[in-house]
């Protein structure tokens, strides 16, 4: 029980001190939320080379980056098209470099994309229509850190019935449904407090939902890339969560999930008008 308590506390020490500087950069926008994506996204790609490629993480995780990079930056200029062209062909110009330092080819590529897709639609979610592009990147966060929150607490402290041992031992059933209505209520007063557009309160906590989901899916998955890779933490970036990536798991997963209602209420409110 010691043990556990010193691990919430730790957790909680780091969210303290990242959390403000997230938000800070959320909040201006520009090139403030831009710097902080660069910054996460160099730091995930150095994560993601020293886990695929343990022979020559460095150069690796140099080539994902600056694949990366491009398309971020990109999107951040609002060409979208260009920024998804960059991703392709990033993703094969690091798997051939990663293949000719002897490293597994499709690794590389696949870490180009699973980065830089979402780390490009949270771009374009807070560079949009300015207010709304805040709210609706506010409710990426502020479910995807209930999800991860609730799960975490009803998890430790109910226990019960693994949810996937194979590849996550650690994570419960009553951790999955305390994080998936988490993530519901989460939606629902973000939406009822932001003006989200034509989204009600009543989509947003669907939204929220599926959010939510997506957060536990996208931790799953990183749990089995992991395993895959035989390593059990992503780096040692964060004390507490080792590193980034294996922080920001979640939220990769459940921005696409938001994006996707962003674009639905833009077509929407574009079909009305």
Known sequence: MAVKGRDIALRAASAAVLAPAAVAATWFGGVWFLALMLAAC???????????APKAPRPVGLAVALAVVAAVVSAYFGVMSVAFVILVFGAAAAGLYARSRGQQ?????YGVLYLGWPSVLLIWLRDGDGAVGLHWTALVFAVTWSADILAYLAG????GPKLWPRYSPNKTWAGFVGGILAG?????????????GRLTIFWGAILGLAAALATMGGDLWESGLKRRFGVKDAGNTIPGHGGLLDRVDGLMFAVVVVA???LLVVLLEKGAS
């Open 105 to 109: 080819a499709v690794d590389a590529a």
């Open 156 to 159: 430790s402290t109910l226990g």
């Open 184 to 196: 519901a209520v989460a939606g629902a007063a973000l939406t009822a407090w932001f003006d989200m």
């Open 42 to 52: 160099v730091v995930l790609a150095f994560e993601w080379g020293a886990m695929s």
């Open 260 to 262: 996707a209602g962003r």
